[in-house]
């Protein structure tokens, strides 16, 4: 029997322009069938359920977000939080469908039903970039007075935020805007951005 000649990543393509259009809930095998415009059976060959494809479209997003990421932990751990801020902003100006994978977060991907492959290499690649972010973490706390806490919200949580609004919404992630949030991460870690008068002593920790 020969293969089908869809391309696996065009299908996923057309998977994530149904969960952009209706939700990780939208993303069913008869609607991406429709969507890619391709023979069930070139759907199954290589997704033999949903929770296969949902695996598949995860992890893809992962990958194509973490993969540019890994090199910007090196060097001085301010210029790199600014950095990776700033590569998520544009990541996400650049591959908003992919950033609406991940924005809708990874149980609305039915994990727990995934291939044991899928899962695992999941698993993997979570604690690797994990291990990264704590040690960019150890390296911003050793050279800067912030807390865990306050690291984790300006070098993590804050770039999502800026772009949570835009793709939420549906609308282009502005050009200016990693460079804005790299500028508000360096200034927040260097103690001379928002609350920079607050002193240490105040400071929640983690």
Do not use: K
Not at 33 to 56: H, K, N, Q, V
């Amino acid at each position: 029997m020969p293969r089908p000649t869809h391309d696996t990543s065009a299908i996923l393509d057309a998977a994530v322009r149904v969960l952009g259009a209706g939700g990780a809930g939208a993303v069913t095998m008869a609607a991406v069938i429709r969507e890619a415009g391709i023979p069930s059976g070139s759907l199954y060959y290589r997704f033999p359920d949903r929770s296969t494809l949902l695996a598949a479209l995860w992890n893809r997003a992962i990958a194509s977000y973490h993969t540019a990421a890994y090199p910007l932990f090196d060097g001085d751990p301010v210029d790199a939080a600014a950095a990776l801020g700033a590569y998520t902003v544009r990541w996400c100006r650049s591959e908003p469908g992919h950033a609406h994978v991940l924005l809708a977060g990874r149980s609305r991907f039915d994990p727990e039903a995934w291939p044991a492959a899928a899962r695992e290499a999941e698993a993997a690649e979570s604690a690797r970039w994990d291990d990264a972010i704590r040690g960019l973490t150890r390296r911003l706390r050793a050279q800067t007075s912030a807390s865990t806490t306050e690291i984790l919200l300006v070098a993590v949580d804050l770039p999502y935020a800026a772009v949570r609004r835009y793709l939420s919404g549906n609308r282009p992630v502005p050009p200016d805007l990693a460079d804005v949030v790299a500028g508000l991460v360096r200034a927040s870690l260097r103690g001379d951005g928002p609350g920079a008068d607050v002193p240490v002593g105040t400071r929640t920790g983690g």
